[in-house]
């Protein structure tokens, strides 16, 4: 068991956590339960701060973090606030309009003056790219915004963004666990016909993010599937993978989620885990593991346990 693991957030220089606390359900706490599952988040190390506009709805989520923790200047200082945009009711919008309104309405509800990353939450089929480089041009022109990136973006989706975009897109967080690992197990399956784990569904977006120094954030890193439940001690489905889960914890001296975390951030991709629990102590579970480096051999095991398939 070790301190929290840090890594390089793209290719900014700037060194980070590598688990980011996800804030998008803190709405159903009261303010001393967000203030502690924050606070508690910051004292092992955590640095990075992950909202939305539509948490909670109409930036909710964002509000009550600002009203429960009182950052001092110091702790803003210290740690990376990122926000996303681009949902809104029914449908999806990157106009520049949009983007721009977004982020002013998101500094307002947790009071600072400025996002350390801004995040593009869902491909936009309407995207048109100079719309949002006009959006992101001004936001970090007026000190709003310092980094950007997106969300669930394939690799020719953010190829196409740069094609008027000149910051660089420094993250793309995606769905990613055990048990929802595509962008890993079908790479590992590739060419073999008639097999449903070597279908590509994401062009490549694993690969993408390494040749192009993007860091990946993995998001559900202990749901089963698009929010099925989690794995975590769910015999019926998952016994096989439990059983190793806690075989490896008791190996390691962590816990189940510990060694759920470790999976994800073993890969020299340098994955960071996003949590969306509202319980301090998995937190504390979570940091313990980012650092245990597990073998090829465990990672595999946990791999197959999982249901995919090692040729």
Not at 60 to 78: G, H, I, Q, Y
Not at 105 to 133: F, G
Not at 151 to 179: C, D, F, G, M
Request: proline fraction near 4%; glycine fraction near 8%; hydrophobic fraction near 40%.
């Amino acid at each position: 068991m070790g301190p929290v693991k840090t890594q390089q957030l793209g290719r900014t220089g700037l060194e980070v956590s590598s688990i980011v606390l996800g804030l998008m359900r803190i709405d159903s706490l009261d303010d001393a339960a967000i203030d502690a599952l924050v606070r508690t988040a910051l004292d092992e190390g955590v640095t990075v701060l992950d909202h939305a506009d539509v948490y909670g709805g109409d930036h909710l989520c964002e509000r009550r973090f600002a009203e429960a923790v009182k950052l001092t200047p110091s702790e803003r200082e210290r740690v990376l606030i990122q926000s996303k945009c681009g949902i809104r009711d029914g449908f999806f919008d990157f106009s520049t309009e949009h983007i721009v309104s977004s982020v002013d309405a998101s500094l307002r509800a947790l009071q600072t003056d400025h996002l350390d990353l801004l995040l593009l939450h869902r491909p936009d089929a309407l995207v048109e790219p100079e719309e949002v480089a006009a959006a992101f041009d001004q936001l970090e022109a007026a000190g709003k915004v310092r980094r950007f990136g997106v969300s669930n973006h394939t690799p020719y989706q953010q190829e196409l963004l740069k094609t008027a975009v000149r910051q660089p897109l420094e993250v793309n967080q995606v769905q990613l666990s055990i048990t929802h690992s595509s962008l890993i197990s079908t790479g590992v399956a590739s060419n073999m016909e008639g097999l449903e784990q070597s279908v590509h569904r994401d062009g490549g977006m694993l690969e993408h993010a390494r040749i192009h120094g993007t860091t990946l954030q993995a998001w559900s890193p202990f749901q089963g599937g698009f929010f099925t439940g989690v794995f975590l001690g769910d015999r019926e489905k998952y016994a096989d993978l439990n059983d190793v889960l806690d075989e490896l914890a008791d190996a390691h001296g962590v816990t189940p989620t510990g060694i759920a975390t470790a999976w994800i951030t073993r890969h020299p991709a340098d994955i960071q885990v996003v949590l969306g629990t509202t319980k301090p102590e998995r937190v504390r579970e979570a940091v313990a593991g980012s650092d245990v480096r597990l073998s090829r051999q465990e990672w595999y095991r946990l791999f197959t346990a999982a249901g995919s398939l090692v040729p």
